[in-house]
Every structure is written in C-alpha cells, then in structure tokens.
C-alpha cells in the first residue's frame, strides 16, 4: 500500500477513529488504526467491539492495499510531523515507512486482514438531526447516567422517538435529565438504549454546526450515526428501560423563579467547604421573595441569600449540591423555574414546554441545619 | 481583627504567598496564611521555614489585629467569592466571618502568635536586576539542576557575582546551564547558591516587566527578592559549589551553525519513539552541509536530515535527546552554533558572547546506529 495526504487531513481522521480504539485491550489488533486503501478511497477505522468509527479522508492512492497501524504511536507521529504531504508506504513484513519532507519513520504494521471490521448494517430510514441540536441534547443529559455497571442500562441513554418527538432520557438513581426535541419528519415509535460512552465519544467528534445534519439509523442491536466523511456503529445495550412517566408530576406546591447565574455560583462557592463523595446537604430555605442557602462541613459554613419570585408555601429542603451544580449547567436560559411539592418528594426542574425537564431527589439534612 | 478589601487584590495577594505553603508538613501552622493587619498595612505571609514569602495588600483596617487562616480553604474561598469588596472579621475562638455581598463563610483560624515569622534580615546593598531578566535567567537555566537530592548542591543554582557580572549556573552530572549577565553597578564578588525550589516560585510571582527592577540582599545563609509589594526570603544551600571552569573549553574542532526550530522540532519528533527514562539515544552524523539525526526503539525508527553550515571535522556522536531539547527550548536565537570535540568530549551550545553556554556530555551508543 502507498497512499500520500495532507497531514491536516489526516490528523482529523486519525483523531475522529481514535476515539473507538480501547484503552485497555487484551487483542493488540483492536489497538490498531485500519488503513485501508483497497478501493478508490483512504479509509481509517478503529473497532473496539462495542463502537467503531470509520472516517474517510483525502489524499491518492499510489499502490493499493491495507495496514493497521499501533493507534498512539501512529498518531504521535502524524501530530508532530511538519504540516505538509504525509506518504505512507507499507513493505514486506508488514514494515511501514512514513515520510513527511525530509523525516523518516519506519514502524511496524498489522495486517489488514485481522482487523475486525464493523459490523454491516443496513441503512434504511434515517432519522434526521443536526449536528449542533445532538451534540446539545447528548451534553445536557450525559451528566445524569450512572457512573458504575451495577445496572446496565443506566450507563445508557434512552432515545424514545414517537411521531415527530424524540426524548432523550438518563437516571442513576438520584436523578433523571429529559430532553425533548421536535423532529423534522414523522416516525414509527421505537425505544432504544444506546450506551453513554458512545455518545460521549459521538458528541466530541460532532462539529456542532446547526446546518449540517447527523443520519441516525437503528436496528434491534445497533445504531450508526452517519455524518460529513464519518460513520460510527454502536452496540445497543439490551433490555427494557425503566418507566419514568410514574416519577413524573406537574402538581407543585411551591414554585420558585431564579436566576440561573447567581444560583449556579452560590451553590458552587458553597460545595468548596465539601469534599467530593462527602454527603453533606445544602440546605435550601425558600421564603418570600428571598431563598437561603446554607452548607456546613468541618471546614467551616457558608449562608447565602438570593432573590427569588415565589409562588405558594414556604419550604425548607436539602439536596446534594452536585446534582443541583450538574443541572443548572447545562441550561441555557437566564431564569430558571424551580417546582417543589415537600421535603421529600423531588424538585424539578424545567421550561415551560418542556423541553427539559430535570428531576432532583431530595436528601435527608435532619442536623445539618 | 476587621479588615475589607477588594476581591482582586485579595486575590493576587493570597496567590503570591500560597507558594510558600508547604504541601506537606508535620506542623499545621504552617498550612496557613497569616493576615497581619496589627499596624497600618494588611500583610499576607507564608512560610514553610526554608522559604517565606510576604506580601502588602491594598485595603482597610476596621480593627486591628492578625489571625492565621488554612492557605487552602481561604483561597479556594475568596476565589469564588463576587467580584466585589469582601470583609474578613476574626472573632472569639478564632472564627473567622469572611462575607462579600450576600455570602458568607465561616471557617476557624488559628492564633497569628503560633505562626513563624520570617527570618528578620539587615537589608543593604541590593543587588538590583529587571524582573524581567531574572525570569528569563531563572528559565534558560533551572531545567537542569538535579531532580533528586542526593547531592543538595545540585539542586540549586549558583549565584556568582564579580564586579558587574552575575553568572547563574545550574548541573545535574550530565550536563551544565550558564547564563551570564551584565549588572548596572559593580559588586563585591560572591558566591552562593540558592535552592531551586526557591527559584521555581519566585519566577512565578516575578510579573516579567523589564522596566519593573527585582533588589536582592545576601546574608551568610539567606537571599531576599524584594519586588513590588513583595519580599520573598530563604534558605541558601551550604556548600561550596563545583568547579566548573575546568569543564569549560573553547577548543572544538567541529562548529556547526543550525536553524534552532528545525533541530528542535526534529528531535521533539524523534523522542516520540522513546519512552521517558528509555535511555535511547539520538544519533548525530554530521557531514558538509547537512546533518542526520537517528533513533531506534522497539516502536520504530526515525531518520532525518538537516542543512546546516560546518566548520572542521565530520562526526558521529550520541545524545540523551532530552538534553538538547531542554536546552534548545530556552534559546532565543534563531541560529544556534554547536561546538564539539569528539564523540567522547561534551558538546557546548553557546552564542558568541557567551551569554549563554549549555554543556552537554555525549553518550555512548555502540549498537544503537
């Protein structure tokens, strides 16, 4: 194989795959790039057996052919090549030259042909979205999957399309973040579980443009996101996903108007006198007009009041911070609406239409006070 | 004690002074930033009894009086804190009330009596140099001063003054770092040497201003920075420092002149195959007017050539190639002249007047071409 690109091309395509080769492996296959160039086009692809990525990029093809490539030595060496025409050239025994002006690397190669290919899925009936509306929707609910197997399905993320609706689901337990997006088009309903490091992945290789369109495709066992060069195919994490519409409630006892801004910053002044995993409440004491936030750790308290417009009872309730700091984050409006209904049952968080809802459980804070 | 100051001075002061707080320690008190505001001047000080550092922050004395305050929490905590005046006010007990606008926090001091005060030292003859100046010298210097203790001398710096020339040496065992500047005035001749550590955080306080001047004082076991608002004390190394001139030779007998960026980038790109502590050496072959550069690990290997203008010999030679980067880093020039003698005797990098000269020992690489 003999194939020649321009080293900007082929540091983004690199850096697109290399995002489905595994840290940890036990089949140093799977911590390759695939190239191959036995068609009319230079394609590169990393599998890691659950998500794969192939991209296509630019460049001529001198001699057909295929190589894979150790994923991190190869991209260390096209990073810091200088920014001009890369050849790449692979040899007998699989030896493969790099040469870009006058330096030279010589590596050693995989064969092609024990590389795992993806997975081939039909393509039929795409979902359409754009680039900037998924990358959205993935980082406002990605912060609420669970951070451990214990269950399976809550290091995924529900994407529920009925009509021309797709809600985007995530819990742990604790919490649940839903985004709702309206669709172009109409479609059959269809739930599927698509596993949290895909989307993570998926959402940092995105450009984020608002006019360019991401193709979803779904089979009973994988999703493939097509879009500019790129494909990525990702397992589906089985089973049914739990029923969240019983958690949810539009009945309020109290409801509080806030400015997102000041409430993020003094939530987030307050959790520095709290160690991460250390449990301690803010305590939340809602009156009118005026909200106090109290936080107290063996370093010392904090109080904090701001201004609110309240409907309804006054509240005293204790949440974990984070939860709260997760949440406020991701939304982009100036006020946020606040709905409580008791010291026990959880806040929501959410627009007026919807469009994300977050839902909060309180925490127990009898001594914190 | 009752002191207001505005955010950003707190700020500048607690970040100038937290670099004398040791990270770890046996004596608490000493994880503390004491406030002293028991005259006129609100004063910030850290010291972890080889280094100190004091500072003078702009405000006003409500009450006078001092308190010591953990260096971690109060700084994570005036940090978050508005943009705006903040009032710190020590109470019974020590409990400190650090409030600005609606927030407020109460953390526990400790007595400013407990704290260690710096080392009182007779302030005469400053020797005086641009800050700017001294962090640049402080730069193309501290790299290589050794990184473990086995022999103290080498973790510090050599200030030689003689007349009006300050020589600033640094070595490690493999190679040497000489920075010679010219004073303003002329001095009694000196020598001390002062820890790196001391020097790491003084050029990060340094703000690097040409015009802003940084005065030195030297006592039997200590140096004073003293700059802006700032005073800076510590420990010098006892010891009499290597005999470096007779390392020193201006004999070679091949001269070669380089594009500094080229060869760095050159030899950034060939460590990429070598693992840090790896030993591998960079293999130098230098003809007529051009040099290669060689590198061999189990990933790969990796040739390159550069022009270059020779005077004298041919020569083959080995280097740890993270000595010459190192070096080749802190270079301004955009030329840089090699000197050598033989594959045996060390490699001088140095420019004409000798501002600077980099001393590196080649190594042996039988086997490794």
Known sequence: ?????????????????????????????????????????????????????????????????MIALDARIFSDIVRKLPDNEIVIESGVNFQTLITCEKAKFNISGKSGEDFSYLPYIERENPVSISQFTLKEVIRQTIFSIADNDSNKLMTGEL?????????????????????????????????????GKTLIEVSKILSGEADSEVRLYFTANHIVFEFDDT??????????????????????ETKVRINKRELLNCIDRATLLVKE????????????????????????TMDEEIMITKEGKDL?????????????????????DLYFMNAKAPCFIKDEGESYVYLILPVNFSGAV
């Open 1 to 65: 194989m003999k194939i020649r690109c321009l080293k900007s091309d082929l540091v983004k395509g690199v850096s697109i795959v290399s995002k489905a080769v595994p840290t940890k492996t036990t089949m140093p296959i799977l911590e390759c790039i695939l190239i191959d160039a036995t068609t009319d086009i230079i394609k590169l692809t990393a599998n890691d057996m659950e998500l794969g990525i192939e991209t296509v990029i630019r460049g001529q093809i001198d001699e057909k052919g």
């Open 159 to 195: 994407f529920d399309m009925n009509g021309d609706i797709l809600k985007v689901v995530s819990l742990d337990g604790h919490r649940i973040s839903i985004r709702k997006i309206e669709l172009k088009e109409s479609y059959e309903p269809k739930k599927i579980v698509v596993p």
């Open 231 to 252: 494909v990525v195919v990702s397992r589906l994490i089985e089973g049914e996903y739990f029923r969240i519409e019983q958690m949810l409630s539009n009945d309020y």
């Open 277 to 300: 995993g250390d449990k301690k409440p803010i305590i939340i004491n809602i009156q009118d007009e005026m909200m106090e936030l109290k936080i107290k750790s063996e370093k010392g």
């Open 316 to 336: 005293l309730i204790g949440f974990n911070p984070k939860f709260l700091i997760d949440a406020l984050r991701v939304i982009d409006d100036e006020e946020a």
